[in-house]
């Protein structure tokens, strides 16, 4: 018995807090902006109602909240099917996790987490401890799995809704045994809720009966063949492994090494003002109510309402010594840059320091420099760590030469002589490292980078995972995706009004330029800390926008789960066989020397062919081809289009496509794919970016793999020189025709969307309900013209693109545009209220709520205008294909590992995505590829038309394809 004096230790378990909060409330938006705030809300109260009641001689002494974190625990590694079956989080839940976060530091209580282990195995171990320190400890929580923990007048487990303390009779209640024996109790009754597998058929009576017969679980199985009844007695005889794995999943594990000691839980009155602007920032106006008369009453403090704006940072603000404050954050937004202020940390107590402080803030900036540009290639310089304006830190770690230079701050030469690495003057790597990742795959703690999928590339090499991550460049995206440039130095400038230091001024540039590792520390210092600095002034800027533009959901379920995933996939990169590009460039070579040959004929005279001017001049100056065009500077326009245009005139233009063509495919990848191959790796690793383009698709760079044609024999031959290792082959899952089908969904086309349910010939149907001829023995050309009809229309065609496309009169083009609408009327519908919602509002969306900015929509210019159109008809449909490839990649890694695959994702590219796996695995992968493809929309989007995604293997990309 713990003495009446005592410390009395309060350990909340804050998931099962957070699910009860989440479900026990009707869903709650806030006002302002529509943010999901139900969970927060709920947690909130029950966290307020619970220190309220606990008063006198019952009050803790000493309190924390443990929460779970999101990843695999031991217990996965012993049994990877724990917990498997368990579905995900709801979407609108998942965003609240980091704000509840955020509201226990504002009630001012620590909030504990840690990777690798439970809540559960953590109050265990704090109980445990806390016992043994001569504490009364009380579990806020009704949990069965607990219940091991009581300890008679010791160790309680209290439940606040019932407001009942749960103790030897509760536990009897439950399992018919002591806490001392509920482990083997079970261990046999398994947990249906975990997957924890027990002994089949054994339920809780039985399992008592058992334990109290024979004294504990070990007894039971080593007399097992004692017992009378014959299938308990086989059970229990042929699961014996099974059981004893179960028991090791529901013990919980009381020795976990945490870094709080409970001492340290020490109960502390919230900061009437930190929490308040919590409250109010939330807009809990009863809550906020509650709390103001609680401190007037007991404080005699009055506080009127701490923060009016929509949705501020949720992270606290620290101020210079590291104290939280309140207040707004716009003064700290734009606060003026002062590099003199950042310092440099060369010794692990500096740094240790530091990362308490970080601990404490909720959210953190970085940044991490390098030698190179190439993730796969670069090695680890230094990181630059900021918690508020100006209070940044700068860790060398494997910076090279002489620091005689160190004071020329921003100096655009080279160093005059480089060297060995400056041990003396830098943290080792292995130490740094091993200190900053407890800070960095702490979930409690948001890490803010811009572009963060570098930071992640680059701490994976070294084991650790960057969790709990941020990126205000995919913040922008998000709101303004198709409008502005995303790159760090114009989002600074927008946003903050400040300009970001070139990267010239501090590693030179041209033939001067040199790798960060020889830039002195001090200059490396200045310009990491700086953009560290920037990075967390941007999240405090971007983030209450995302909300009040309604769009958190976007960014929490499109964008901020990608990094790690494309991050991984560009590691794994993909094997190309050197020989067969050889190969490919010089029969390419040859078929442009014959081209170039038949050219020279048809012009009369040798020409480069690579030239627009040579060209121009001779197809309109000394041909005198109809049709021609200038361009801004005076000389003849020889896009694709007039070339296309006018080989309907001369066999010259078209022998001039067919060389582009082959000269594009090898200066881009013939010859450019041998060189891109890593040394180190033998395959070709390609960049992956996420917020270039107008519509949410992905870009490829370093090399481009997306713009491979399929459609020629050339770009197929291409694809087969992308090969699997020995001994796997590649796969690759391709959405068919899924901008076809989401029209057929956002137009309500009842014909397209039967045909698609049906599974038949979509372009024959078409042409069927266009023309009136049946699907059987349709004649070719009826099919293609309805084919280039249903994917022109996606596009906005005109008459004029269509009878281009179709070699036709415009008149008859017209017609079948004419007669499409008049058969699809929904078609039409959609366009014209797609247009006009893009005229009104300056964007549209996707049906997963994605904002895409038009250019032009609202311009006087004609033409800018009618391209703004046709670019809102298709952004919906081409954005929402982006936004199902994206939710499917990242559901993905987590379906693969639960099937233990060795599979790999390796490309993504359009509507496919390639992987890489083991023989034996290709049929089972395949399937997996496919319903989670299939599946990908659900449950943010029900789609009236079904997905279909055709999944094939190969020994190469072409085969597979």
Not at 189 to 206: E, H
Not at 782 to 809: D, E, P, Q, T
Not at 910 to 937: G, I, Q, R, S, W
Request: some cysteine; charged content about 25%; hydrophobic content about 40%.
């Amino acid at each position: 018995m713990a003495k009446k004096d005592a410390p009395r230790l309060y350990l909340i378990d804050g998931s099962a807090y957070i699910f009860r909060a989440y479900h026990a409330l009707p869903p709650l938006t806030r006002a302002s902006d529509g943010l999901s705030v139900g969970a927060v809300a709920g947690f909130c109260n029950m966290l307020w109602k619970f220190l309220e009641e606990m008063k006198g001689a019952e009050a803790p002494t000493h309190l924390a909240v443990i929460f779970d974190k999101s990843e695999v625990t031991f217990r996965n590694k012993l049994y990877p099917e724990y917990k498997a079956h368990r579905p995900p989080a709801p979407e609108d839940l998942v965003p609240q996790f980091p704000m509840i976060r955020d509201a226990t530091r504002a009630f001012n209580l620590p909030c504990i987490e840690m990777g690798g282990f439970e809540a559960d195995d953590l109050i265990a171990t704090y109980a445990r401890q806390a016992a043994a320190g001569g504490a009364s400890v009380r579990i806020v929580s009704s949990d069965k799995d607990l219940m091991q923990l009581i300890v008679e007048g010791v160790i309680q487990l209290y439940d606040p809704m019932k407001n009942r303390i749960l103790g030897l009779d509760a536990v009897m209640e439950k399992f018919g045994v002591g806490p001392e024996k509920v482990i083997d109790a079970q261990a046999l009754i398994g947990d249906s809720t975990d997957n924890v597998p027990g002994a089949p058929g054994i339920g809780p009576k039985t399992a008592a009966e058992l334990i109290n017969t024979f004294g504990s679980l070990d007894a039971i199985l080593e007399r097992a063949n004692e017992i009378k009844q014959q299938k308990r007695r086989e059970t229990l005889i042929n699961f014996a492994d099974q059981i004893r794995l179960s028991r090791e999943l529901v013990t919980l594990k009381d020795d976990v090494d945490v870094e709080e000691k409970w001492e340290s839980f020490a109960l502390r009155e919230p900061d009437p003002a930190m929490l308040l602007q919590f409250i109010d920032a939330m807009e809990f106006r009863t809550l906020g109510r509650r709390v103001r008369e609680h401190f007037a009453k007991e404080k005699g403090v009055q506080i009127v309402a701490s923060y009016t704006s929509a949705a501020p940072p949720l992270a606290p603000v620290h101020a210079d010594d590291g104290a939280p404050r309140a207040g707004p954050v716009l003064e700290e937004i734009e606060r003026e840059f002062k590099p003199d202020a950042y310092k440099i940390v060369r010794d692990l107590p500096a740094l240790e320091d530091y990362i308490r402080r970080a601990k404490l803030a909720g959210a953190i900036g970085i940044d991490t420099e390098a030698d190179s540009f190439d993730a796969m290639r670069a090695q680890l310089v230094g990181v630059s760590l900021s918690l508020a304006a100006n209070d940044a830190i700068y860790i060398p770690l494997q910076h090279r030469g002489s620091e005689s230079r160190a004071g020329e701050l921003f100096a655009a030469e080279a160093p005059s002589e480089t060297g060995a690495l400056d041990t003396g003057t830098q943290i080792g790597l292995s130490a740094a490292l091993a200190a900053l990742q407890s800070l960095f795959e702490d979930a409690s703690v948001t890490k803010v980078g811009l572009n963060i999928k570098w930071d992640i590339a680059l701490f994976a090499k070294h084991k650790i995972a960057l969790k709990a991550f941020d990126d205000p460049m995919l913040a922008s995206y998000t709101l303004y995706g198709g409008l502005d440039d995303h790159d760090k130095t114009s989002l600074i400038e927008k946003h903050i009004g400040h300009g970001l230091t070139p990267y010239a001024n501090v590693a030179g540039k041209g033939k001067a330029q040199q790798t960060f590792d020889l830039v002195p520390i001090e200059a490396a210092a200045a310009y990491s800390c700086e953009h560290a600095d920037a990075a967390l002034r941007l999240y405090r800027k971007l983030s209450p926008e995302l909300a009040s533009n309604h769009l958190i959901t976007v960014y929490e379920t499109l964008e901020r789960p990608l990094p790690p995933v494309l991050a991984a996939m560009e590691r794994e990169g993909i094997k190309v066989d050197p020989q067969m590009l050889s190969r490919l460039s010089g029969d390419f070579a040859q078929r442009m020397l014959q081209y170039e040959s038949e050219a020279y004929g048809l012009a009369g005279k040798e020409f480069n062919l690579g030239s627009p001017k040579q060209l121009g001049e001779i197809l309109f100056d000394e041909l005198k081809l109809a049709g021609g065009g200038k361009t801004k500077t005076g000389a003849w326009s020889t896009d694709a289009a007039i070339l296309e245009d006018l080989a309907e005139q001369h066999d010259l233009p078209a022998k001039v496509l067919e060389w582009r063509q082959l000269s594009k495919l090898r200066s881009t990848y013939t010859e450019a794919l041998g060189a891109a191959i890593n040394p180190q790796t033998n395959r070709v690793h390609t960049s992956y970016a996420l917020a270039s383009t107008t519509t949410g698709r992905l870009s490829s760079n370093d090399p481009n793999l997306q713009n491979i044609p399929i459609r020629t024999e050339e770009g197929r031959r291409i694809r087969d020189a992308f090969i699997a290792e020995k001994g796997n082959v590649l796969v690759s899952a391709d959405y068919s025709q899924i901008e076809l089908r989401l029209l057929a969904h956002v137009a309500d086309i009842p014909q397209l969307k039967q045909a698609f349910a049906d599974g038949v010939d979509i372009h024959a149907r078409t042409a069927s309900e266009m023309f009136g001829v049946p699907v059987e023995g349709m004649p070719k050309e009826i099919r293609s013209n309805a084919k280039a009809i249903n994917f022109g229309i996606i596009y906005g065609i005109s008459a004029f693109g269509l009878a281009r496309n179709l070699g036709i009169a415009r008149e008859e083009a017209a017609a079948y545009i004419k007669k499409y609408f008049e058969r699809f009327p929904g078609i039409r519908d959609y366009m014209e209220e797609t247009k006009a919602f893009a005229r009104a509002n300056g964007y549209v969306k996707t049906i997963f709520g994605r904002r895409i900015w038009v250019k032009g929509i609202q311009s006087k210019n004609p033409s800018e205008r009618a391209f703004g159109e046709r670019q809102s008809i298709n952004a919906p449909l081409q954005g929402a294909a982006a936004d199902i490839i994206r939710r499917a990649m990242v559901r993905l890694p987590a379906a693969l590992a639960k099937a233990k695959l060795k599979s790999r994702m390796l490309l993504q590219v359009h509507d496919e995505l390639v992987f890489e796996a083991p023989k034996e695995e290709a049929d089972t992968l395949c399937k997996l590829a496919k319903d989670v493809m299939e599946a990908a929309p659900e449950p943010a989007a029900i789609l009236s038309v079904p997905l279909t995604v055709e999944a094939k293997a190969g020994s190469s990309w072409g085969a597979a394809h």
